[in-house]
């Protein structure tokens, strides 16, 4: 059974660089038949999908968010990242790491979500 787990630090400060960590195991994120993805949720708001990195390391991410996203991976761990730079305030929330079925919005497992605060 997969399992995701998200960590990195709880509180950022303006301006600069959120990174957080997916920590993988039960299947590789290798594997072709998924794709593996950041979403947040701000206190009160919907789910904002945040972008994606496919099994062969194409990634995608949301136009709104202005290039300032990354999303590495490290396959010798079986991780992947999310970087986010300059953020604000407004981009507090809980964020989750998630698995996609390849060629689908179908998401079919995710991690319990780490609350980042963004607050000098």
């Known amino acids: 059974q997969v399992q995701l787990q998200e960590s990195g630090p709880g509180l950022v400060k303006p301006s600069q660089t959120l990174s957080l960590t997916c920590t993988v195991s039960g299947d590789l994120i290798t594997t072709s038949d998924y794709a593996w993805s950041w979403i947040r949720q701000p206190s009160g708001k919907g789910l904002e999908w945040m972008g994606i990195i496919s099994y062969d390391g194409f990634t995608y991410y949301n136009p709104t968010l202005k290039c300032r996203a990354s999303i590495p991976r490290d396959m010798s761990k079986n991780q992947y990242s999310l970087n986010l730079r300059d953020v604000t305030p407004e981009e507090t929330a809980v964020y989750y790491c998630?698995?996609?079925?390849?060629?689908?919005?179908?998401?079919?497992?995710w991690g319990q979500g780490t609350q980042v605060t963004v607050s000098s």
């Open positions: 998630a698995r996609a079925v390849a060629e689908t919005i179908k998401y079919d497992a």
